[in-house]
């Protein structure tokens, strides 16, 4: 347990969060919407701090982040506990869990690793990972954790990359700082979505993705379509859309979504279905439009923009760069690429 960061003491011992958008307002002996910041007394704790539920070396691209280190390791820590309540969550057995167990957090304390941020960045260092991924579930909510861990990574050489809805406040991006230096976000869909799936709105996550932008950091966005909630044209077409606004070399994932949780009665989503979003986003003006969790689709490989030759190829995880640094070696284009 760790007293929490940027949260401001109100009357009557409440305490206003400020680390996510909800802002919540937490009374004394309550927690916040993410069930793991807990004001007792007047004075706001994280009780996931350095308790790991898991840690473990993944690629890059598993993020998914496709021109950020390619071809590298990350090594990805995360605690229980998520500020939304998406019906679709695949890991709802740890971000749920302090809200799905008995009060007080129930049996989560027993899975979760003490793990100390010299730890992390010491586990890091000798798995040879170029980065410390904050992910599986939402880096926001274990904010504490994730600011001691990189503040100790960069140093050592280490990138430090979000996973993340994108719900984050402009104070808690401003204070990470220059410690982060990538993200994935999900952009789930409508505004409507996500208050009917997700238990959010969608600005949040727009300014979001706006601002890492301005502040310099890579960001990649991950869109699950799922079938009847947001594989419509016109939310697809505005999608693509507001990024190519934002950047038009931001790459944007399109997931295949398969039934969990308690989505279950819509289907996996069709491979047609994610070749033709792959093209709305391409019409919108994006540089760079991938196609996942359907292996072999022609949508895997970095692309040149400008001849269209394949610049990274995957297959899976197997990752061959093909660039002379950020090169095109056909044509000699600059890939908006991290190497």
């Excluded at 890991?91 to 007080?104: E, H, T, Y």
């Excluded at 808690?172 to 799936?197: E, M, P, Q, V």
């Excluded at 706006?210 to 505005?238: A, C, F, Q, S, Y």
């Amino acid at each position: 347990m760790r007293e929490a960061m940027l949260y401001e003491r109100l009357e009557g011992e409440a305490v206003r969060c400020g680390l996510c958008a909800f802002r919540c307002r937490i009374a004394a002996g309550q927690r916040g919407v993410c069930g793991v910041r807990e004001n007792r007394g007047g004075t706001l704790y994280s009780l996931v701090y350095g308790r790991s539920i898991s840690a473990a070396v993944d690629p890059i691209e598993k993020k998914p982040l496709y021109h950020f280190l390619p071809g590298s390791r990350a090594f990805s820590i995360a605690t229980v506990g998520c500020n939304f309540t998406c019906t679709f969550c695949q890991n709802a057995d740890i971000s749920q869990a302090p809200r799905s167990l008995s009060k007080g957090g129930g049996d989560w304390e027993d899975w979760a690793r003490p793990l100390s941020p010299e730890q992390v960045v010491a586990l890091a260092r000798r798995e040879r990972c170029a980065a410390i991924a904050y992910t599986y579930t939402e880096p926001t909510i274990f904010f504490e954790y994730a600011y001691d861990c990189s503040r100790r990574a960069t140093p050592e050489g280490l990138k430090n990359v979000f996973v993340s809805n994108g719900y984050m406040t402009g104070e808690a991006l401003a204070t990470i700082g220059d410690d982060l230096h990538a993200a994935n976000i999900d952009l789930k869909g409508s505004d409507a979505f996500y208050r009917r799936l997700c238990g959010a709105r969608q600005a949040p996550v727009l300014e979001t993705i706006r601002r890492m932008r301005e502040r310099g950091v890579w960001v990649e966005v991950t869109t699950l379509v799922i079938p009847g909630h947001n594989d419509d044209e016109e939310t697809l077409r505005e999608l693509a859309e507001f990024l190519v606004g934002v950047d038009p070399d931001m790459p944007w994932h399109l997931s295949r979504f398969g039934p969990r949780y308690k989505l279950l009665d819509a289907p996996p989503t069709p491979v047609a279905t994610l070749m033709r979003a792959a093209e709305i986003g391409y019409n919108a003006g994006l540089n760079y439009v991938y196609v996942g969790n359907a292996p072999g689709n022609t949508y895997e490989h970095t692309r040149c923009p400008e001849c269209g030759a394949i610049c990274v190829h995957r297959q899976g995880y197997q990752v061959r760069n093909l660039m002379d640094g950020r090169t095109c070696r056909t044509c000699g284009y600059e890939l908006a690429v991290i190497v």
